[in-house]
């Protein structure tokens, strides 16, 4: 690829996008280093990291970075649980299309973390960390039950849930009256 000088007779701009200008160097720049910033000490630590490459985490090591982030994963549920409540109060208990749909998503999401729960954690165990996998598991899934305990809060908020006696009038025999009173003149 050959780079041609442009014609003197184009503009400047085009000249100097053919023929960038120089790099500055370091002792020629007019900005001082910042207070503290020491050049030597800069390079003498790119020396080291190049010298010394870093060895790789050991299994122990290994399985207990897995067994943290394993951790994090079984608490995030809880992590949600403050902004939900908000977005359940906020959205009122009267039958809306939002508030039908911020139901709708807390009871799906708890409720597909359920049955996807040994896939969540399938990444992180290992032979050595089994043991420890079953609390983390159990935690994950208490943290989702709570989830879903936010949903039934909130649609029996709604009035959704049958809980008094007049949501089960239908299956309610009438009352045969003991005693049947006439009006006489």
């Keep these: 690829m050959t780079t041609t000088t442009p014609n003197p007779s184009y503009p400047s701009w085009v000249r100097e996008l053919h023929s ?4 500055k160097s370091k002792s020629a720049s007019s900005i001082r280093d910042p207070p503290g910033f020491s050049a030597s000490l800069t390079g003498k630590r790119a020396q080291l990291s190049k010298t010394q490459p870093h060895k790789p985490p050991t299994p122990e090591e290994t399985d207990i970075l897995k067994v943290k982030k394993s951790w994090e994963v079984a608490l995030a549920p809880a992590k949600q649980l403050p902004m939900n409540a908000i977005m359940m109060y906020m959205s009122g208990n009267s039958l809306q ?20 729960t040994n896939a969540v954690f399938t990444k ?9 996998m ?5 935690v994950y899934v208490l943290m989702n039950l709570v989830a879903l305990g936010l949903g039934i809060w909130k649609v029996n908020g709604m009035g959704l849930l049958p809980t008094t006696r007049s949501d089960w009038l239908a299956w309610e025999s009438q009352r045969e009256p003991v005693e049947r009173t006439v009006f006489a003149f």
């Design 20 to 23: 960038p200008p120089n790099p």
């Design 97 to 116: 299309i939002f508030s039908i749909m911020m139901v709708f998503m807390l009871f799906k999401n708890p409720l597909q973390a359920l049955m996807q």
């Design 124 to 132: 992180y165990e290992t032979p050595r960390t089994r043991g420890k």
């Design 134 to 138: 079953w609390v983390v598991k159990a």
